[in-house]
């Protein structure tokens, strides 16, 4: 009702999946239809810094892929502690690709958890220029939903566990 009763920027649609079929479904069927040349993976419960998407365009003009950095953040006062500093980590789901390298790579197996770490076990395997950013660009929620800390879907679980296998 809140999208319906509201007006948007005619360059915004919303797309409705009228069953949960997991993130990297949709992610490769949005993927399917954008009009732009490049995607940008990017989780709903991260953070990202101001000017992340015009860092990250501006970093790939001379790379077919960028992965920015991230430090993890647990509550909303932690705000306090962000920095845009050069001590981060780089994870495997946010990234900025050519849309046309993604399609001919498949996109991401249709998995649960895990296919944003299979993707990049094959995309380190092209042997393509990948830019890692040299500043931290988004902070990375960490919460007790997340399905990288459920028992079921967890690191050491047995569903990643499986996937490990397949990929």
Not at 22 to 38: H, M, W
Not at 43 to 69: L, W
Not at 75 to 102: A, C, H, M, R, Y
Not at 131 to 154: A, G, K, M, Y
Request: hydrophobic share 35%.
């Amino acid at each position: 009702n809140y999208i319906r009763n509201k007006n948007f920027d005619f360059r915004v649609r919303f797309l409705f999946f009228q069953n949960n079929v997991g993130p990297y479904v949709i992610k490769n069927s949005l993927s399917k239809i954008s009009k732009s040349d490049f995607l940008l993976f990017f989780d709903s419960d991260d953070i990202m810094n101001e000017g992340m998407v015009q860092k990250m365009f501006d970093s790939n003009r001379h790379n077919t892929f960028v992965k920015p950095m991230y430090v993890e953040f647990s509550q909303p006062s932690d705000k306090t502690t962000w920095t845009e500093g050069t001590n981060g980590k780089f994870g495997e789901g946010v990234f900025l690709i050519k849309k046309e390298l993604f399609l001919s790579m498949n996109g991401f197996e249709g998995w649960k958890v895990a296919a944003d770490s299979d993707f990049m076990g094959r995309l380190y395997k092209t042997n393509l220029n990948i830019l890692h950013t040299q500043r931290v660009l988004f902070h990375r929620r960490n919460h007790e939903n997340s399905l990288t800390i459920h028992p079921d879907t967890n690191l050491s679980s047995r569903t990643r566990g499986e996937y490990h296998f397949l990929s």
